[in-house]
């Protein structure tokens, strides 16, 4: 079995690894690092979760390790798709060069220009950045990348979901042609195929895993729901993922729940805390200092359930997560695998449910194309609506057709018979019907249009004529002709 040991790091490096209480490589470490510290371009496919940001720290601290930065010329340069992954990698750089003297510069939007413009004129041997932010930076005359020897790109695939991909461009030709590139990404899009072609040379392709798979070790399920009623949908299935996770129990020590619109994580939170569960909204509307916070607290334990969009959904280790609940069904599939790939991190096992409206079985196809196989369907939990019963009893209530009306209206009275009534009876409905019927017919003498019939019904006006009527014409014939 391959160590640390073998792969030929700095020994000081080495020193910081066996810090953090790890001896062994993941699979994508042992295969990266070695043509890494050759100075190879690297290309490297692995599921999320399996350590792919210590595959690209480990040898740039390593082959920096001699040498000088120089103000506003970063020596190397790594772009990560939100500020949280790269606020994640920054930690990492901080936990393995903690014995060497390597500065680093983060780089990314939420925090004032000034403090990172101090840290750039400084010089810095590692910038740590999102693409906008590193634009904005270059195009104020504030950055140069002439001098960046080791490029590294994390999450390709995000970048290429978030329209990225013309500012990574962009900033692959201000760097030297001569730099060395490692790439790095969970799947592998058509769009990112190109960039690899164009901009590496040569490069080490290291794929431990099949491109979007999903971790052997991460029990999946999915619930498929139908709401009772069209109104009441978001009520039931908010009902439905609270007895998700009470069928949990103890099992589920922590949770992060996706949704699919910043509107959707917020009402989510809303409602959980209402119910005495304890959570905190995450997403890209909210302050980069609240953002750092709330990670912060579940990171420590004293938030047990993270609802986020799907800037927490790439990158994101927090090796300590039991569960992950996908609210929405993502809008793309290889999203899903980033999605539960927050759990079963560091060989540890973890669940991923999923809860699926009819209008997002389209999607669930896709994503068990992707993944190519089937995830398995769940029971709903007790307490919780049953839908399809719903819609059953719904079905078999009688519906009121024109046909039927028209039929009553047109019957005769000998075709419909009144019921039977005692006398007594008949004249207590009687008294009851006279008013009834005044306060219906109208204004004044129109009021009661039956008149006595002898207790029959006139069809249309009858042999009848309301004195309403029969007073309007004679007014009429009153009236002189002005001609």
Known sequence: ????????????????????GYETPTPIQAGAIPPALEGRDVLGIAQTGTGKTASFTLPMISLLK???????????????????????????????????????ALLIGGVSFGEQDKLIDRGVDVLIATPGRLLDHFERGKLLLTGVQIMVVDEADRMLDMGFIPDIERIFQLTPFTRQTLFFSATMAPEIE????????????IEVARAATTGENI???VLMFKPSRRDRAATEKRKILRGLIDAEGDACTNAIIFCNRKVDVDVVAKSLKKYGYNAEPIHGDLDQSQR?????????????????????????????????FNYDVPSHAEDYVHRIGRTGRAGRSGVA???????????????????????????????????????????EKPKRSRSRSRRKKDETPEESPAPEVAPEAEAEQGEEREPRRRSRGGRGRGGDRGGDRGGQTPQGLGDHLPDFIARSFADRSETPDPS
């Open 219 to 221: 029990k999946q399920g």
């Open 1 to 20: 079995m391959t160590k640390f040991s073998d792969l030929k790091l700095d020994p000081k490096v080495l020193k910081a690894v066996e810090d953090a």
């Open 353 to 395: 449910y999923m809860i699926c409206a009819p209008i997002d079985e389209k999607n669930l196809a896709d994503i068990e194309r992707l993944v190519q196989s089937e995830i398995p369907r769940l029971d709903a939990p007790k307490g919780t609506p049953a839908p399809a019963a719903a819609e059953e009893t719904t079905e």
């Open 66 to 104: 001699r040498g000088r930065a120089r103000a506003r010329m970063p020596r190397s340069l790594v772009l990560a798709p939100t500020r949280e992954l790269a606020a994640q990698v920054a930690e990492n750089f901080d936990i393995y060069a903690q014995h060497t003297k390597l500065t680093k």
């Open 292 to 324: 750092m916070k709330t990670l912060a607290g579940f990171r420590d334990g004293s938030i047990r359930f993270l609802i986020a969009s799907d800037v927490a959904a790439r990158g994101l280790d927090i090796p300590t997560v039991s569960h992950v």
């Open 194 to 205: 190109r960039i690899t072609n164009t901009f590496l040379s040569n490069p080490e392709k």
